[in-house]
Every structure is written in structure tokens, then in C-alpha cells.
């Protein structure tokens, strides 16, 4: 019976966490984009933000809404570029910018995309984590190992509250939170989106080692996205900026770092 109550417990607690007014003010219907070229676009500067596909065609909860508006202020106040990844062929109202003003826009049908730049820092959220979110973050990579650039360490910054999932990579039903998991999703009033923040959440409200199975939630993403980058390269895995692990030395001593890093919105820092 004890067990009851406190599912109930976490339940009314992660419900209230998402049920919280996903209109924000700061949401604004922007005009027809003007898209730049993948050879027009110059990233100055060590950081900067993608964003990908920022849109209710999968997104209907809007959940990735608070996050993306937090990284954008964050972008405004420490001058940071940022680039819109958006789809031309969609309805433009079904995106949900805080600003129209991007440093570019740029065409991108399923996340990918042409151009380079040489940032040590790559700040990544917007999508879905199983379909354009991964293909950015894999083309992210590809710009860090296979170019020049590829012998500088990088930072690549994974905005929890930025981006969604179907559930596909993060949650195992052997995982201790998985009946949890199972109650709140049905309770939504969609069956779909949820942001990785909100299954951080989950964990957090119902397993004792809270930061071991974030991590072993939060590897199976690399695992599926990341497992074929270069064995040379060093690999470091962090949570909110704090070091978890590393998960590959490589094989080259000369060879860069590349960290992950699943970090809150509220928790960006150059």
C-alpha cells in the first residue's frame, strides 16, 4: 500500500512539473525566413548555438519551449551566434521561436547541414532526439573530427530541457523507474513527446543514485548516436558540466577531447 501512495507522490509531483503553462510570452510568430547558404554562413567566435526544427509537428506538448528560450537569452547576453535549422516545406506557424533574429537561417530538412565552423564550444538542442536532433549532432561531429579543427578539444553542450524524446533511446522497461514512467506517460494528454529533462526529473523522484542512472540512461543516447566517431579521439562524458566519466581514452595520446555534456538550460556557461 506505502508503494501506492508514493507513486501517486511522484506522479502529482512530475505532472506538475509538466502541466505547467507551456505559453509563453516570449513565443512570437516569425515572418517567411531569409535562408543563407551553407558557403555564406561565417560562425565567429568559440561558441555557438544550433537550433533544430523548433516546431509542434512533433513537439505538440512544446515541451523543449522554456529550454530554448533560456539558451537564447543565454545567447543574447554572452553574444553568442546562433543558427535556426529550419525546414522550408513546413507550416511556419507551427514554429515556436523567442526570437526572429538568429545570427542565420538555414534550410535544413531533417537536421543536417553543409557548413563548418571552428567553435570549441557547440551548444545543441531543438529536436528529436531519435530523428533530426541525433543527424545535427552527428553532423557536429563529422565538422569536429574530419576537419582541420578535429586536433582542438570541443565542448558539445546537449540542452536537457531542449530537446525531446519518443522514448526510443532513454528508457529501458528493466530500468527501476520504468512503472513510474509508464503511469505518468499514459497520464499525458498526448502519447508522444517527452523533454530528456523531464525524464531527468523522473529519475530524480524515484531512484537513490541519482547522478549513476542518469548517466546510464543518458549513455544509451551516445551509444546509438555517437558510437562512431574516430577511436582516436578521447571522449568524456559529463551531467550539467560536472565530469561523470570518461568513456573512451582513445588510442592517440595526441588526440582531442571531445565532452558531452547533458546540461539544463538554466546551467549554460561558456
Known sequence: MRNGFVRAEILL??????FLPCTHASAISCPAPEFTSADQIQINGSAVILVTHATMKFDLRRTIESGLDATIRFADQNGVPFVYLH??????????YPSCTPTYWYNSGSGDFRFTFDATHVISLGGFSEACQGLTVGHISRVWSQSRFGDKDLRLSLVTDGIYSFDLLWISKNDPFYPEYKMWKESLPTQGDVSVQEIRELIRQTTADVRAWEAVVLKRWFDLTLRDLPKTHRIVFAIDSSPVEVIREGTSKEAATLTIDFVNSTLLKL
Open 87 to 96: 525546414d522550408k516545406d513546413d507550416n511556419p506557424a507551427t514554429y515556436f
Open 13 to 18: 509531483t512530475v505532472a506538475f512539473l509538466v
